[in-house]
């Protein structure tokens, strides 16, 4: 199982960044995919995850700013981050699992089995 994210980068305060994860030998329809983010000194945070019946569970600091599609032809998930803020700065990572994510609670870093090796996202 290979995950590759892309699309990080550099950006100021109340702007935008589409981050993408691409998945190889596994198929992201029969997985529940999440994305995290863990900033310098902290832990590894939930921000999203894609469950295998569609349904997207959000943590309440993605709310309202954050949005997950997937294009199930390219294999490939994303994570749409708009207004982004000072704090949202942090290595994003793409996660996979066999289990469900039936709820936020599903969110942690525990629950997943696969990584990506994760994209720098910097809000200045």
């Known amino acids: 199982v290979q995950l590759v994210e892309s699309g990080g980068g550099s950006v100021q305060t109340g702007g935008s960044l589409r981050l993408s994860c691409a998945a190889s030998?596994?198929?992201?329809?029969?997985?529940?995919m999440g994305w995290f983010r863990q900033a310098p000194g902290k832990g590894r945070e939930g921000v999203a995850a894609?469950?295998?019946?569609?349904?997207?569970n959000y943590a309440e600091l993605a709310k309202g700013r954050f949005t997950v599609s997937h294009d199930n032809a390219k294999n490939t998930v994303y994570l749409q981050m708009n207004n982004l803020r000072f704090e949202d700065t942090a290595v994003y990572y793409c996660?996979?699992?066999?289990?469900?994510?039936?709820?936020?609670?599903?969110?942690?870093?525990?629950?997943?089995?696969?990584w990506g090796q994760g994209t720098q996202v910097t809000v200045s």
């Open positions: 996660a996979a699992t066999v289990e469900h994510c039936y709820s936020r609670a599903f969110l942690l870093a525990s629950h997943f089995t696969y």
């Open positions: 030998r596994v198929t992201v329809d029969n997985f529940c």
């Open positions: 894609l469950d295998v019946d569609g349904n997207i």
